[in-house]
């Protein structure tokens, strides 16, 4: 459904929290984007229909700089952002590698992108800045985006900024959940990588992460959702 310029007037002059109490009383209760927060103080509040794009864990085999010219690479999906919209971007909270720098964001503006909204990280702040780009984000980190995610699209339902955090204990490298009411199951390999699979019902999420001595943590990803998890040694 496209937003009418009657619609975005009025949104625009709506507080987000008068917006979350309304889909609250219509059932809808996440709907905040954590971790996101204003790039440059004092931006104004912006409207507009979502561009979504989705990162998923790093692959060592596809996320390569070879790969920012591949059909499906941010550069392609840039070409496909309509004038208005906002680029809200599934990062999966990850934020030690970058996935958008001034040069993307120079040409978002040319393309009259009206915002970037994601739960990840940008990469040169100062240049990310002097484009004007409105950006919400969890703040900055050189390193590009290839260095720990995989861009795997646009246009498709993504889980930014948000979901359910699903406590697991590792017992002996087996995975176990402390969650009644989901199961955990997954291994641990000897460099402290983990693999978690967590079911509720018909539903399933598969997530990855690190493992210390002690603790580790990651996120999980299914279908239309998806949320962090921490462990525990046990």
Do not use: H, Y
Not at 52 to 63: G, H, K, N, Y
Not at 97 to 114: E, H, N, P, S, Y
Not at 195 to 200: A, G, K, P, Q, R
């Amino acid at each position: 459904m496209s937003l009418t310029p009657e619609a975005i007037k009025t949104l625009a002059r709506v507080s987000t929290a008068t917006i979350t109490t309304v889909l609250l009383k219509k059932g809808l209760r996440n709907v905040w984007m954590r971790g996101s927060r204003p790039l440059r103080p004092g931006q104004p509040r912006l409207v507009g229909p979502a561009f979504t794009l989705r990162f998923v864990p790093a692959r060592e085999d596809l996320a390569t700089p070879e790969s920012w010219s591949s059909p499906i690479s941010t550069r392609t999906a840039i070409e496909a952002m309509p004038q208005g919209c906002i680029a809200v971007v599934d990062a999966m909270g990850i934020t030690d590698a970058g996935i958008f720098g001034d040069i993307l964001c120079a040409r978002m503006v040319k393309r009259g992108v009206a915002a970037l909204v994601t739960d990840g990280v940008v990469r040169d702040l100062e240049g990310v800045l002097g484009t004007g780009l409105p950006v919400w984000c969890d703040g900055f980190a050189a390193p590009p985006s290839v260095a720990g995610l995989t861009f795997v699209g646009w246009g498709e339902p993504v889980g930014c900024g948000g979901g359910t955090t699903v406590a697991i204990g590792i017992n002996n490298g087996q995975v176990a959940s402390s969650n009644p009411l989901m199961s955990a199951s997954g291994r641990v390999a000897n460099a402290g990588n983990i693999s978690v699979t967590l079911t509720s019902g018909m539903k399933r999420a598969v997530g990855s992460g690190r493992l210390t001595a002690t603790s580790g943590s990651g996120t999980w990803r299914g279908t239309m959702c998806s949320g962090t998890w921490t462990a525990q040694r046990m």
